[in-house]
């Protein structure tokens, strides 16, 4: 009888037994951020994020950045395999680059993984929209869906979206008032980042997307890229730089809402809370952090988001009527816009200007530790949760 | 993994299933033990679904886990054990299933139209290009910078697909001469129609372990010992064609990793992404296991045949077997797990063998990605 077919790798054992080095984001770099950017393309956009956070950081990336990362999707570039167009913008040509396509959590957790098996000591990780560019948006999003049973029934996003926006309010009781609420705050917040091309968007223009879905409860599209530089703490420590630190990166995929998943929790949001408060041993839920940034690119994710991340109803409703952690204190997707695959990496750039004490005006008083919660947008059941602190 | 067939009925979806239960099975493990997932799997064009991870995510065991996808094109069927390697090395997670599907069978009227999609919107796509011209630019300018004839190429294709017919899954394993490839349908001056590997669709996958956890499960463990991956520039027109420099780098990425001082003597045998004949020469001297111009030669004396000195793509490579882009990389990665361990049955090659080598191409002519294996 043959033995068990394995692939193995030999650790090192006690590598996984003991409290592994901390990864840290030593720069970060962020461009664009208009509705629309007329006169840039993509590659030139990628390339004003990365010199940034490669200024940021102080380094070379020709020299010391060992692997890049990007993580957009194909079909929103309209072309085939993205990592052949970012090398040389990134600064990656002739060097290890890749594609993760998703959120910026999946791809800040793989390049940290990276640096923890030793492949690396810095990498860049890159997200991007030009929204702008892509012609029928619907369409691309409607390839999305399971092509033999989901997509035949010719619901575009906003239809899949007011579903399961009335499955929610059944669920669990919220209302529209409550998404008028969260997006006051988005456009209150949003009001006081120059990052946000959406904070000005007054009333209840638009009118119904679709049942109850409003379409002042989408976040509208924007372009953008960010980049971030993480590196092992080994590195940060030898080069003198100051780090913002991933205690904990956790992603997951629960069942669609429409294929058997619940619509009161978002059960990705919840696994990869757990996940992520585990490793970083938080011991208080919530409590533990001063800012949570939060999908809202719908206005009712943002209250699924925080009830699948709270402990109880209790701890959810202080954080949405502001008595807990700052939420979405650069105003969210809602006021920044919806910046596809880099919706999350937005949310981690702000948090890392806040835990720096760089966010100016919206900076949040003794920021010391931060939680990046992502989604990565309808048909997706997938998200992830990031935690960052001042500490390593 | 699957069979590889010009069209399966099989999804996507039911490909990555079928392929993560067969390996969950030869590993005699259950789905929960499985607590991380990576999904490779090339252009969405192909199986024409946008954000195709999420899509392949539940056929792969990935619901409920944390699962990625990683892509880097054709590179991607080796690169995915690479990405499964950092899930275990770096100690987050102590098991991983790595599952690399693509069908290419949807695209209509063929594939092909697929790979216009990788082309530069506003430099390259005007000039109507397709990949098999561009290869045929790469082939003719190898055989140009060595002064290689295509008869010399055509023993790739003759020695692949014959070593294909003992492959289980293979889709174009047959007893051809080089008179036959000669013959063949000129597709893109040189290329022709057995230069060339066929559009496929299948899936391969393969679970990894960390070293406790894999010795409670065999005493006969195969080890990643070395990974390395490279993109050179995007500007194809930028580099010389003749010789795949982003291949060494990515090769000796992985032999400065696994302590590999000398490839031809410290490794034992290779499989090396063939999805052209003349690929297969091309990535052996990238892979510094020939001199620069002189892998012919090895293939014309034998050193490449099963029962040669180093044998190349025992399997019957991508020529062969086929070509499901991500998952002909893992294919090759299961074929050097199989010989190590002595379990390729008539493709068994006949030397001992220690270590392994598997390497996989990508995106336009410009990514390696090389892992290395060892008992």
Known sequence: MPSPAKLIYRTGFLAQKMRRPPVGIVGVGAAGFRPALRGVSTRELMYQAASLAYLDAGVDPRKEVDSFVTTSEDLWEGWSITDEMVPDQLGGAGRPVCTIPGDAVTGLGNAAMMIEAGAAQVVAVEAHSKASDVLDKEAVERMAQEPTLVRPLGMGRAALAGLE???????????????????????????????????????????????????????????????????????????????????????????????????????????????????????????????????????????????????????????????????????????????????????????????????????????????????????????????????? | MTLFRRRLLETGRELAFEASSMALEAAAMERKEVES????????????????????????????????????????????????????????????????????????????????????????????????????????????????????????????????????????????????????????????????????????????????????????????????????TQYWTDRDLAYPEYLERAARMAYRMAKIEDPRKDLDFAEVYDPFDYKELHHMEGLLLAERGEAPELTKDGVTQRDGDFPVNPSGGLLGVGNPIAAAGLMKVCEVFWQLRGEAGKRQVRKEVNRGLAQAWGDLLQCGTVITLRR
């Not at chain 1, 940060?236 to 619940?262: C, I, T």
């Not at chain 1, 206005?299 to 700052?326: C, M, N, T, Y």
């Not at chain 2, 792969?60 to 886990?65: R, T």
């Not at chain 2, 090395?89 to 990788?118: N, R």
Request: proline share 4%; glycine share 12%; net charge negative.
């Open chain 2, 37 to 232: 997932v990576v999904v490779g799997s090339a252009p969405d064009a192909f199986d024409g679904v946008h954000m195709k991870g999420e899509y392949l995510l539940e056929g792969a065991g990935g619901v409920g886990l944390p699962t990625s996808r990683v892509y880097v094109g054709g590179g991607t069927g080796v690169f995915s054990p690479i990405a499964g390697w950092w899930h275990v090395a770096s100690g987050q997670f102590d098991t991983c299933m790595v599952v690399a599907e693509e069908k290419m069978s949807p695209l209509h009227p063929h594939p092909q139209y697929a790979f216009w999609s990788i082309f530069d919107h506003t430099l390259e796509r005007p000039l109507g290009v397709t990949l098999l011209w561009i290869f045929a630019l790469e082939m003719r300018r190898y055989m140009q910078a060595y002064g290689i004839k295509e008869e010399e190429i055509a023993l790739v294709a003759v020695k692949n697909k014959l070593n294909a017919l003992d492959h289980p899954c293979a889709q174009l394993g047959a007893k051809i001469t080089v008179e036959d490839v000669m013959r063949s349908e000129k597709i893109a001056w040189p290329v022709k129609r057995y230069d060339v590997s066929p559009p496929s669709d299948g899936a391969a996958a393969m679970v990894l372990a960390s070293e406790d956890v894999a010795r409670r499960y065999t005493d006969d463990p195969v080890w990643i010992d070395g990974v390395g991956w490279n993109v050179d």
């Open chain 1, 165 to 392: 926006m009335s499955a929610f309010f059944g669920a669990s009781g919220f209302g529209l008032d409550d998404c008028d609420a969260v997006i006051a705050s988005a456009r209150k917040r949003g009001s006081l980042n120059p990052l946000a091309s959406f904070a000005g968007r007054g009333g209840r223009e638009g009118g119904v997307a679709s049942s109850p879905l409003r379409r002042v409860d989408i976040a509208g599209y924007a372009d953008a890229a960010v980049v971030v530089v993480l590196a092992s703490a080994e590195w940060a420590r030898k080069k003198g730089r100051q780090a913002v630190w991933l205690e904990a990166a956790a992603w997951s995929s629960s069942l669609p809402w429409f294929d058997g998943g619940g619509a009161a929790l978002a059960g990705y949001a919840t696994a990869s809370f757990e996940r992520a408060a585990r490793k970083a041993e938080l011991r208080d839920g919530l409590g533990s952090v001063d800012l949570v940034e939060a999908d809202d690119s719908y206005s009712f994710k943002l209250l699924q988001h925080v009830l699948s991340i709270s402990r109880d109803w209790k701890e959810a409703e202080g954080v949405l009527d502001g008595r807990g952690p700052a939420l979405n204190p650069s105003g969210g997707s809602l006021a920044v816009g919806n910046l596809l695959e880099a919706s999350a990496m937005h949310r981690v750039y702000e948090a890392v200007i806040q835990l720096r004490g760089e966010a100016g005006r919206r900076q949040i008083e003794r920021a010391r530790r931060a939680l990046v919660q992502s989604w990565r947008g309808i048909p997706t059941a997938t998200g992830g949760v990031a935690l960052l602190s001042v500490s390593p």
